[in-house]
Each structure stands twice: as structure tokens, then as C-alpha cells.
């Protein structure tokens, strides 16, 4: 199957928002590097489930809320993640502490 050079690839469409995506993961996110990530997460969404995106977007001519709803979910979930992992890293903590006990004094890194 050939592809026809007309169709646009979701790089074509993405391209020309990035700094827009960008700007908006900053602002979800609060810093630079949690922001890149987001930005990759949701541009790897659109690029995977491309099919969908584009039949959206033709319905919508404006790409950017979709790519926006895009961005916000990624964060939830991303968010969502964090969570879980801080969850799971606070009872291991725990049990940790209920099996060998927590001693502030001996547990204090020394510099």
C-alpha cells in the first residue's frame, strides 16, 4: 500500500504547534522537563492513534482543542501515575519501618 503524498502525517500537523504544546505542559506541569515529557507523551497519542485524530480534526477544522484535551488527559494521567508510585513508595516506607523501626537519628544521613 502506497501512501499518498497529499495526505498529511501527524508530524505536519504537529510541527507547527509545538511551541504552543510546549507552552501549555509548562503551565499543567511547572517546570521545563516534566513539561518535555508531557509534550512527547501527548504527541506520541496523537501519532499512535492517528487514524482517529485526523478524522476528528477533519470534522474540526482547528487542531489545537483536541491536541488540548490531549495535553490535559496525559497530565491526569501522568498525575495519576505519580500518585500511585508515591502511594506504593509511602507503604513500602512503612512496612519498612514497621519491620526494622524508624530511628530518626540513626537514619539521618551524616555530611
Known sequence: MTVDDS??????VLRPLTDRILRLARRLTGND???RDLAV???????????QFEESRRKHS???????????NANIDRMRAR???EEHVANITEDLDAEYGHDPERD???S
Request: proline share 8%; charged share 25%; glycine share 6%.
Open 41 to 51: 507523551m501527548a504527541m506520541t497519542r496523537v501519532a499512535t492513534g492517528w487514524p
Open 7 to 12: 495526505q498529511e502525517t501527524a508530524w505536519d
Open 33 to 35: 522537563e516534566e513539561a
Open 62 to 72: 482547528d487542531p489545537w482543542p483536541l491536541l488540548r484535551r490531549i495535553l490535559v
Open 83 to 85: 500518585g500511585r508510585y
Open 108 to 110: 539521618r544521613i551524616s
